[in-house]
């Protein structure tokens, strides 16, 4: 096509997707007289969560970053209009895209990431505190990558700031007890024993709480785990029950989020 043509139906496009945003922005309006009359937050995290997770898993590879930004734009724009609405003040922020420690960088975890979940969960020494069996194929990976990216799983695939790879982290809501979630975190035994374990539980628990507005944090640890379960008693989580596995005892951990 000339190039007169290739603006002729951009233009064309504009005009659907000004009509689809106008539209979805007047839903949005709906949804907002909907949380005001139950008490609801503007912001609702799992929601833009999985909302996210299905443009990554839907959208093509070469555009998956730009299709990810504009829903994110999107959602930005509905929790900025909801709170003009409800007369609420400015808009609170959304779900960040990447995150930054001193140590570490953690990015949303994709299909990319397979080959370095796959080291890990093949790895005997990391399977031994795995609740699932070692992996054997890296389909068993691909497709622990999808479970975790899922609905409102909030992963991430964790990096040194030099980009080394160090492990992979998700939060995940309970499907069961409302405002309950689940943390797992695997990392790679060349990182074991530096702190960053304690470091990732730290952060969980700020994403748990401001992030994810949950009420309590947990984490499902072997017996055997003892330097996860001091990085875990050390960020202030409690041992609250214990219960047999097939690979030994497993405890559960659990941190009150909500605040007193």
């Not at 724009?77 to 808009?91: A, V, W």
């Amino acid at each position: 096509m000339e190039l007169s043509q290739i603006r002729q139906r951009i233009d064309e496009l504009n005009g659907e997707l000004l009509r689809l945003f106008e539209e979805r922005m007047a839903l949005c309006a709906q949804v907002a007289e909907e949380k005001k009359k139950n008490g609801m937050e503007v912001f609702a995290p799992v929601r833009e969560v999985e909302i996210l997770n299905w443009v990554r898993q839907t959208a093509s590879p070469e555009l998956a970053g730009y299709d990810v930004s504009f829903f994110n734009g999107l959602m930005a724009l509905s929790r900025q209009y909801q709170s003009q609405l409800l007369d609420l003040g400015p808009s609170p922020a959304g779900i960040p895209s990447g995150i930054r420690t001193e140590r570490l960088e953690l990015f949303p975890l994709d299909m990319q990431a397979a080959p370095a979940v796959y080291s890990l969960t093949s790895d005997p020494e990391v399977a031994r505190y795995m609740r699932f069996d070692t992996h054997t194929r890296p389909e068993q990976a691909e497709e622990l990558i999808r479970e975790w990216t899922s609905g409102g799983n909030l992963s991430y695939v964790v990096l040194k700031n030099d980009g080394e790879f160090v492990g992979v982290f998700s939060i995940q809501p309970d499907k069961e007890a409302a405002g309950v979630l689940n943390m797992s975190l695997f990392l790679s035994p060349d990182h074991w024993g530096q702190g960053y374990c304690g470091e990732i539980t730290e952060l969980a628990v700020k994403m748990a709480r401001d992030i994810l507005h949950g009420k309590m944090l947990r984490a499902y640890v072997r017996d055997a785990n003892t330097p996860s379960r001091k990085a875990l008693e050390k960020a202030g989580f409690a041992q609250a029950r214990g219960f047999a596995g097939e690979k030994g005892a497993v405890l559960v951990y659990e941190y009150l989020l909500e605040r007193q």
